[in-house]
């Protein structure tokens, strides 16, 4: 069945609030079709613009992609500086059809290693969407899970020791206003293609209870119609949180 035809079948009652998604399989997928690993950054692109469409028809509040991890700087230069080339491009080419969707687009991350330009170019264009109300995209830019968690400590250190509150009112809800996605709500849904079965550093404090599935697809070639299928699948899940459901 075409996505349109799946789309069907949701049940409006049981949408995950929060999709994030580990889009891996570029360079396999260069490979596999004898090209350039750049190539297969660039097929992924439209890939990212279809899922951020369905995601929107779905009206799936949040969306957070993996862009660009804190141990994607140890690949080789050429392709560290093309995929960055890449991220911002695609930016700037898409954020108008962004806006014009009501999509919310934010870029979340360590500002670590990001020159003071590329940081101001990207806010620069995500400002112009950010009174929108649809669909919020979340772009994981020189993201790390361990990294978030140790930034968002130092800051809570700071306000701990100028009084802005005690070690007795420290609870897993106030840190999590010292990550990257304060104000969020915790991924129901990770995503992750060709065939991969870990996290990657990706979102490890918010994924504690998120459901998982996983794809054989490399991520170029990963459809709408199997961004839906995981939705239907996730939708015939019981979340319980570490508690009982008879």
């Not at 014009?100 to 969407?129: A, H, P, Q, W």
Request: hydrophobic content about 35%; overall charge positive.
């Amino acid at each position: 069945m075409n996505y349109k035809e799946l789309m069907s079948s949701l049940d409006k009652n049981k949408m995950p609030r929060h999709i994030a998604v580990i889009m891996d399989g570029n360079g396999r997928w260069a490979k596999k079709n004898h090209t350039i690993r750049l190539n297969g950054h660039r097929k992924g692109v439209k890939a990212v613009r279809d899922i951020v469409k369905v995601a929107g028809e779905m009206q799936i509040e949040y969306l957070t992609i993996y862009a660009f991890s804190t141990e994607n700087w140890n690949r080789s230069t050429g392709e560290v500086s093309g995929l960055l080339k890449l991220i911002m491009n695609s930016l700037i080419n898409e954020i108008e059809a962004l806006n014009k969707n009501n999509v919310n687009i934010r870029f979340i991350g360590s500002t670590e290693k990001l020159s003071g330009d590329y940081i101001s170019k990207v806010n620069e264009n995500c400002r112009k969407t950010w009174n929108n109300t649809g669909l919020h995209l979340n772009v994981a830019m020189n993201y790390g899970g361990r990294v978030e968690i140790l930034e968002g400590m130092k800051k809570m250190y700071d306000d701990l020791i100028k009084g802005k509150f005690t070690k007795n009112d420290i609870t897993t809800d106030l840190f999590s206003q010292y990550l990257y996605t304060a104000n969020m709500p915790d991924p129901d849904l990770l995503i992750r293609t060709s065939g991969e079965y870990r996290l990657s550093n990706f979102l490890i404090w918010q994924n504690a209870y998120s459901e998982f599935w996983f794809t054989e697809t490399l991520w170029p070639d990963f459809s709408k119609a199997e961004f839906v299928e995981a939705v239907l699948d996730y939708q015939k899940r019981k979340r319980r949180f570490g508690g009982r459901n008879e």
